[in-house]
């Protein structure tokens, strides 16, 4: 395999008849990437082989590095990108992509989602919904490729199958499934499912009774009863939680009297001091055909718009995400409610340009908001199919051509990739993208590379530290990883995560894992590769929390992990990073 040393006196050797024997082949692993390593044997004229693929990932801390906008007929973007004087080499891989149709971005989207992990009922959720979308457009565009769609179809029936599971057992949807059902989730859900109904079958009797249930979750006073304990990462405030179930019931085509409701949510929204429930309030009332309504919202969302289109005065989401991401589900929200009248038709276009701007390789900041993302970017392009006209397109580094031009043409649909970039120097240097006739589309510039030193980020409210409780070890024998995560803020933060890097030749225990969960220590838990993942609901003001995981000590070998790091899902862009877990494992 490329870039591997294997131990020459173990390449080959001899079988005597019905002699088993195992034998330690020491490879030193060299450049990151995937290889493939074979094993052949040969006895008399017969012969075997086995393939086996694995990827290296280079050492160190991942960094990600994202720019994004719309780019113009015979026009030029530019944008400057800084490579650390750290960076692992052979680490970095950058692409500039154009998307010339909305398929192109859902796609991207997913192929970026699918990377994240998805553990709870609204990740699993949002992941999915890439593919509804997909399937949608499958459906009134000619001339997509059969494998794709094959291949998103086989996708989300995994995803279906799925999602179907979290249904808890007195009705409606949860987190993870347990009682009592979630109000505002079990309304994502009714959401989802509805779109899905239209690209697959969807057990019909599984949606009446959720929408049942979630009907009779109102009060009678315009509002919905939170049943659902304290501690779930969905916000209990009943403007942000009212509003989002009446919109999800709305969207979905709900034809319930919902009156009250609606007047309800009217009048917390003109009352409102946060633009995302004032978003969310023109949403509904465009829904319920209140257009006075509506329309006074949506001239107060026009005064909150900044001069990026993003808008200013959000302070909470339903999911309780901050940062990038609230904004992004904010100003997703006002262009789909701007997009009703066509007095607003600036102000759509300025923030479509702010959504594209705050894409990174296909994702808009956390799982909820790259899907209002996606939801407002095809609601935009519904007329737009293809590009108006063909032209060819040109990365520029540092002023000189990189690689060819692209020619595309107006049947296009997937994205348009521009070559990678796989070798940088450290310092500054201007990426470029060039467009040669053509027409406007959005494109997205983003690298990745690793760096000897993490690139935590102070306004991460999470503290973690890992540490193995044995650096020295037998095969067969155990060993623990002790993990702590300390909420370092004052108040009560939602979905804290922590991933911990598993180092090559240690096993974790599911068992363990599972007694953990069942325990209540954790929430939910999974394992992608050689990471575990941790998920809690909340963690209470300065509240520490201190987990070891069960490992055992399986290949021999000398070893690193993955640097493990911990974060609030909904706020993943500001992350605590801890030095990769080093283990030695000798024969017994």
């Not at 109000?183 to 239209?198: H, K, N, R, V």
């Not at 919905?224 to 979905?252: C, G, M, Q």
């Not at 990174?360 to 799982?367: I, L, W």
Request: proline share 4%.
């Amino acid at each position: 395999a490329n870039g591997f040393q294997p131990n020459s006196d173990l390449e080959e050797f001899t079988l005597e008849g019905d002699e088993r024997r195992r034998a330690i082949l020491e490879i030193l692993i060299g450049a990151s990437g995937e290889h493939s390593v074979v094993l052949e044997g040969r006895a008399g004229g017969q012969t075997d082989r086995v393939t086996r693929s694995l990827l290296v990932q280079p050492r160190g801390f991942p960094v990600e590095s994202g720019k994004g906008g719309l780019l113009a007929s015979n026009s030029t973007v530019e944008h400057e990108i800084t490579i650390p004087e750290d960076v692992v080499n052979g680490s970095i891989r950058g692409r500039a992509v154009i998307y010339p149709t909305p398929l192109a971005s859902m796609t991207e989207a997913l192929q970026r989602l699918i990377r994240e992990p998805n553990g709870c009922f609204e990740q699993t959720s949002s992941t999915t919904y890439p593919l509804i979308m997909a399937q949608q457009y499958f459906m009134s565009h000619q001339g997509v490729d059969p494998t794709l769609i094959e291949r998103s179809a086989a996708a989300l029936e995994k995803s279906y199958n799925r999602l179907i599971s979290f249904e808890s057992k007195g009705g409606g949807f949860e987190c993870f499934g347990r009682d009592p059902g979630h109000d505002a989730l079990t309304a994502y859900g009714i959401l989802e499912f509805t779109d899905m109904s239209q690209v697959r079958h969807v057990d019909g009797e599984m949606l009446e009774r959720t929408r049942r249930w979630l009907l009779a979750q109102r009060n009678g006073e315009g509002g919905f009863v939170r049943k659902a304990s304290t501690l779930h990462t969905w916000v209990a405030d009943p403007e942000i939680s009212n509003t989002y179930n009446l919109w999800a019931l709305l969207e979905s085509g709900e034809s319930a009297d919902l009156s009250r409701e609606v007047a309800w949510v009217r009048e917390a929204g003109e009352k409102t001091q946060n633009t995302y429930v004032m978003a969310l309030a023109a949403n509904v009332l465009g829904l319920a055909g209140d257009k006075d309504g509506q329309n006074h919202l949506l001239d107060e969302l026009s005064g909150m718009q900044n001069k990026d289109g993003s808008l200013k005065g959000a302070t909470r989401s339903v999911v309780g995400s901050g940062g990038i991401a609230l904004e992004v589900e904010t100003t997703a929200l006002a262009v789909m409610a701007w997009l009703n009248n066509f007095h607003y038709v600036d102000n759509v276009e300025t923030s479509i340009k702010y959504l594209f701007e705050t894409c990174k390789a296909g994702r808009f900041g956390s799982t909820q908001s790259t899907v209002l993302a996606l939801r407002a970017i095809v609601a935009y392009d519904h007329s737009r199919a293809t590009p108006e006209n063909s032209g060819t397109a040109t990365l520029l580094i540092d002023g000189q051509q990189f690689g060819e031009s692209i020619a595309f043409s107006t049947e296009e649909q997937g994205a348009i990739e521009l070559p990678e970039i796989s070798e940088l120097a450290p310092g500054k240097h201007a990426v470029s993208i060039v467009m040669t006739d053509g027409s406007k589309m959005p494109y997205s510039i983003a690298f990745d590379f690793y760096r000897d030193r993490p690139d935590s980020s102070e306004a991460c409210e999470l503290h973690m530290e890992v540490k193995l409780r044995d650096t020295k070890l037998t095969e067969g024998t155990a060993t623990e990883a002790n993990v702590t995560v300390v909420n370092r803020s004052n108040s009560q933060v939602a979905s804290p995560v922590a991933i911990v890097g598993i180092p090559g030749g240690l096993e974790v225990r599911h068992d363990q894992l599972k007694e953990l969960v069942n325990a209540d220590k954790i929430a939910a838990y999974e394992v992608i590769g050689r990471e575990v993942v941790l998920y809690w609901r909340v963690f209470d003001a300065e509240q520490r929390v201190e987990i070891p995981l069960s490992l055992i000590a399986e290949i021999p070998g000398e070893y690193s992990g993955p640097a493990s790091r911990a974060y609030l899902y909904y706020t993943d862009e500001f992350k605590q990073w801890c030095d990769p877990l080093r283990v030695e494992i000798i024969c017994d």
